[in-house]
């Protein structure tokens, strides 16, 4: 392939992550939006959030900081350092999404259901919809760990994987503000 066609690929490819990063922060600027509108109505159930919850929150932002390594180890042609970091930053990865499940289960436990008042909706609508993006960005990292363990990734070749950790990142930053969000906004 010729490089101003790679050239092209790869920009194209930029601009389809940040017009589907612009959806998902349309959609959650809607939800998040909707929550206040319907809170104001009254009818809201106040609850903790699961201790889980906080406990994935340290796994995502660590996740988040392994993964800047691996790309940094890339920049820096640190060759065996990129695939320990993606391997480390999908273990967490995979980490934050169990425990998300462990929430929903705490949040059954102390009987906050999706089918139910609003408030307790809410939640699991949020946290849900950020795991399902999650779960695509965990194939993405799944397909970048494995590229590196085939020594795809070096410091003339890293956009895929600049591309996996801006989306992992912008992830990490929308868990961080849903959390606070239902931490503070009750």
């Known amino acids: 392939m010729m490089l101003t ?97 462990i929430g929903w289960q705490q949040l059954v436990k102390i009987k906050v259901h999706l089918v139910g008042n609003p408030s307790e909706s809410f939640v699991y609508i949020l946290t849900g919809m950020h795991l399902i993006h999650m779960i695509g960005a965990i194939g993405f990292l799944t397909w970048a760990t494995i590229q590196s363990l085939k020594f795809y990734f070096h410091q003339n070749n890293y956009y895929a994987l600049d591309l996996c950790a801006k989306f992992w990142h912008f992830l990490d930053f929308l868990w961080v503000y849903l959390f606070f969000f239902l931490l503070l906004i009750r």
């Open 5 to 101: 066609e790679q050239k092209k690929r790869l920009k194209a490819g930029k601009m389809m992550m940040y017009l589907y990063i612009i959806s998902i922060i349309m959609i959650f600027a809607g939800l998040t939006s909707a929550y206040i509108v319907r809170k104001a109505e009254g009818n809201w159930r106040f609850f903790e959030l699961p201790i889980a919850f906080w406990i994935s929150t340290f796994f995502i932002v660590s996740s988040s900081i392994t993964h800047q390594q691996a790309l940094n180890s890339a920049k820096k042609n640190q060759i065996s350092k990129i695939s320990l970091f993606l391997i480390i930053t999908l273990i967490l990865g995979i980490a934050f999404a169990f425990t998300q499940f």
